[in-house]
């Protein structure tokens, strides 16, 4: 995301967090990604004091942006120190920097969307949240900017199709069939007004729904005066993760787990 487009980006980090108000969860340790400049670390502070942050700034903040926000994560954390990670280097290997069974809740903001493999993601989420934490995503979901499909245009824009255009459906299965618990999910539509071409087309840009930001979309005869966004919620818990995967819809437990009684238990 770009500046123009962080304003959203608070916004939908200020409504996720509203709908954990009613969620029981002792969080120290949390990781944001991405991370960016907004109200959504302070609000975690107050509500989980004591927490430290793991934070994977966005891409797209650089030189003095993420010096800033590298100190305010440090003084939200209380001056504890944590790692910082890079969402770039997970979108090249697959795989957050972080250990297994090291935090208790991911705050995911609008990223899933860009993601070629959300699933992958998910199973990543699942390694890093220790036993009982928790999950909470957004991202857009397949009808976002339905406005500027290109037969609806008198002529085409240079549109990029989202990575992963699920919906909340294949959302919650999908989380399910990652093992997590108990996914709650649920969607809304944003709309947006605009006064002018330059603003929808600058936006849009912010959004990836463009082909290039480098590319000057043709004169269309008319453009849009709004962008409809359509904004999956969701979240769910990590439990269990001392069971083997499914297979076949039946849960194997490792023997170790298994409690054995002895004869002076039971007498």
Known sequence: MT?????????????????????????????????????????????????????????????????????????N??????????????????????????????????????????????QECWRVLKEGGLLTLSYLGPDTAKELNSELLAQPLPLQKLASPWDMHDMGDALLGERFSDPVMDMEFLNLDYDSDALLLADARALNLLVSEDQDPPQCAQL????????????????????AKAQDHVAYIDL????RKTRSDSA
Do not use: C
């Open 3 to 75: 500046q123009s487009i962080r304003w959203l980006q608070d916004e939908i980090a200020a409504r996720m967090l509203q709908k954990l108000d009613i969620v029981k969860l002792d969080a120290k340790d949390v990781l944001l990604i991405p991370d960016f400049p907004g109200a959504h670390a302070p609000f975690l502070t107050k509500r989980f004091p004591g927490i430290r942050f793991y934070s994977a700034p966005e891409s797209e903040l650089s030189g003095f942006d993420l010096l800033k926000l590298r100190v305010s994560r440090f003084w």
């Open 224 to 243: 849009p005066k709004k962008l409809t966004l359509e904004v999956v919620y969701g979240h769910a818990w990590a439990l269990g993760k001392h069971l």
């Open 77 to 122: 954390s209380r001056m504890k120190s944590a790692s910082q990670i890079s969402l770039d280097d997970y979108k090249k290997t697959g795989r957050i920097n972080l250990p297994s069974n090291s935090v208790d809740l991911v705050v995911s903001v609008l990223l899933i969307q860009d993601l070629a493999d959300p699933k992958h993601f998910l």
């Open 256 to 259: 170790n787990q298994i409690g």
